[in-house]
């Protein structure tokens, strides 16, 4: 019984000790579980549009593979929310929409918008609410404003180092006048601000500055009346700026205007370079004829051996649900890397995403859901922002497209640029430029035609044209009759005189038409005070005459302002004077030494007699000492 009794306490004992270990077990599991299940999710926005289905992909897929990667984040899942744009021309009204749906889905940070006027908008309110937003991108010169872009980042250098590299070509190139053509909006119009601002100083014309409207239609937009202002300009190189679907329909409306060929060069900025794919003939693979030589600046890209990894999951061949049919094929290879969007949008999320890992991780920081509420006094902001934004500044990492590194403006560290040419299938590098460094070239161009000539921005013939020539009676040069009235002014029989004899010469070798305005204040031209010019050379610089045909003095100031031509005669200035009549002067001998030289000799010639006499009467040995010392010795009484 004894016996019995104890063993009946010992398996009461294990008993009791299972049933404990069991319930500390399964509360131990429920806590793990527990602790899984409160894994704290941090939401990312993307703002697109619609039809960029390769960006939404790259930002889902950077997003899957940070989560999959337990060495990034602990304890934090980051979740995609995307707002797709109806279009990248939508109203400010819907952009500012749009942005509000990301804030009330408490994104801790944002990437995209795409264009540098939605960046703008962007930035503004996500500032207001130190939410850090990342443009992938934007490039507006004024992207950057300390009163609303403290929360912006950009991936791309801004647009004032293209537009160096574009005054280095021109340079380089030797073209003295170049036209612009860009689309209407803050890209467009402040992407050439740099370039325009110092053409002056480097002397580069502008003959022609067209703006392209903004449309939601790119395919059926009507640029006719842009292309022909640039063919009335007579330019022949022309600079492209504008955003990805404009360039197409420009380049095939200069085409029928005869503005492709080889003598004419077309240069295009990164936002054609984003869209080159689309440049493609899709029947035989290759480059439209009227992009062939186009060249182009495009911003220097570094690699990454996990491009390839990253090109095929973002065009579905790691995707293992879905047939065939719904992979898109990666587009063909163009001979260089193009930082698309795609790509930068994939760098954009790791840039969160090293954040939150330096700051968690690391740093041991919280990073806390956003609570904001932009419509609250004061607006009530995100608690976590400043530190998610400092870290995201400090991201050192080799990314997709290149090594993502910030400065102390929120743009890359690299701002170096390669210079492109589009040739058959293929787009090359020919050329590098850096700001320290310049454009180095590094290979021939082959311009349109596949031609080594680089075209020339002068006009090499005049056959057919009618030139406006600017006058003002000036005899013998140029003699207006004075039978002829107002009315009858524009017949060539009014004018004469050697200018006017030279330009017919002129019109008969080189085959044009012509037709005198004279000068509206009847003066050749000078500056100013305030700094503008009058005269013929303000006629000129506003563009009311093309030649002035005058006998024009040239001068610094004006060669400044206006190119001359050969000068066609020698005037040489000649300064003449009266011929002064001989006289005789009795002081011709004092001619050659100055007056107060005179005095010095006299005043000399004096001290030294003085001098003289002194010696004489004082030195025994003089005159009168030996006179003193013979009377002093003598005996006689």
């Known amino acids: 019984y004894f016996i019995q009794s104890n063993l009946s306490t010992l398996v009461a004992a294990m008993v009791m000790s299972y049933v404990k270990h069991r319930i500390s077990l399964i509360f131990l599991t429920s806590l793990i579980f527990s602790s899984i299940s409160d894994d704290k999710e941090l939401r990312i926005g993307l703002m697109s549009y619609k039809g960029l289905k390769e960006v939404e992909t790259a930002f889902t897929t950077a997003i899957h593979a940070i989560n999959n990667d337990s060495s990034i984040l602990y304890a934090i899942t980051l979740k995609a929310e995307i707002k797709e744009m109806d279009s990248p021309e939508d109203s400010p009204s819907a952009i500012i929409r749009d942005i509000m749906y990301l804030v009330n889905q408490k994104v801790s940070a944002v990437i995209g918008p795409f264009r540098s006027s939605h960046a703008k908008m962007a930035s503004y309110i996500l500032s207001n609410l130190n939410i850090p937003l990342i443009a992938p991108t934007a ?4 992207l950057r404003n300390e009163l609303w872009s403290n929360y912006l980042l950009h991936l791309q250098p801004l647009d004032e180092h293209q537009s160096l590299a574009l005054l280095d070509l021109v340079k380089e190139m030797e073209w003295s006048s170049v036209a612009l053509i860009s689309s209407m909006d803050s890209y467009g119009i402040n992407g050439l601000t740099t370039f325009q601002r110092f053409s002056n100083k480097m002397k580069i014309k502008i003959l022609a500055n067209e703006m392209v409207p903004l449309s939601k239609n790119t395919t059926n937009i009507d640029v006719s009346k842009q292309v022909e202002n640039l063919k009335n300009s007579e330019a022949r190189i022309f600079i492209m700026n504008v955003h990805s679907g404009y360039a197409k329909p420009i380049l095939k409306e200069a085409q029928n205007y005869g503005l492709i060929g080889s003598q004419y060069a077309w240069v295009v900025t990164d936002g054609t370079m984003n869209d080159a794919h689309n440049l493609i003939n899709k029947t035989d693979g290759k480059f439209e004829q009227y992009v062939q030589g186009m060249i182009g600046f495009f911003p220097t890209i570094t690699g990454s051996p996990a491009k390839d990894a990253v090109s095929k999951a973002i065009h579905g061949y790691n995707n293992s649900s879905g047939g065939e049919e719904d992979k898109d094929p990666p587009p063909p290879s163009l001979g260089v890397e193009l930082k698309n969007r795609a790509y930068l949008t994939y760098d954009g999320v790791w840039v969160v995403a090293h954040a939150l890992h330096e700051a968690i991780r690391r740093d041991h920081h919280e990073v806390r859901i956003p609570e904001v509420d932009f419509w609250s006094t004061p607006v009530r902001t995100y608690e976590d922002g400043q530190m998610l934004l400092t870290y995201m500044q400090k991201a050192n990492f080799q990314g997709v497209t290149s090594h993502i590194q910030f400065d102390d403006r929120g743009g890359p560290v690299g701002k170096s640029y390669d210079l492109v040419n589009f040739r058959r299938k293929k787009i090359y590098k020919v050329g590098e430029w850096t700001p320290k460094m310049g454009l180095n070239i590094t290979e021939k161009i082959l311009w349109n035609g596949l031609v080594n000539d680089i075209p020339t921005s002068t006009i090499r013939s005049l056959k057919g044209r009618t030139l406006r020539l600017g006058i003002t009676e000036e005899p013998p040069f140029i003699i207006i009759d004075k039978n002829c009235t107002r009315d009858n002014l524009d017949k060539k029989e009014c004018y004469s005189g050697l200018c006017i004899e030279l330009i017919e010469k002129l019109a008969q070798q080189l085959e044009f038409e012509y037709y005198f305005i004279e000068s509206f204040d009847k003066k050749f031209g000078s500056p100013e005070p305030n700094g ?46 009266k011929i002064k009549e001989a006289k005789s002067d009795a002081f011709f001998w004092t001619k050659p030494f100055d007056v107060d030289l005179w005095y010095a000799i006299l005043a000399f010639a004096v001290l030294m007699v003085l001098l003289i006499w002194l010696y004489d009467h004082m030195s025994p040995f003089g005159f009168y000492g030996r006179r003193m010392h013979a009377a002093l010795r003598c005996s006689c009484k």
């Open 139 to 142: 490039t507006d010169p004024f």
């Open 532 to 577: 503008t010019w009058n005269g013929l050379i303000k006629m000129l610089l506003d563009g009311d005459i093309d030649v002035g045909a005058v006998n024009f003095a040239m001068n610094k100031a004006r060669e400044r302002a206006v190119d001359f031509s050969i000068p066609f005669i020698n005037t040489g200035l000649v300064m003449t004077t």
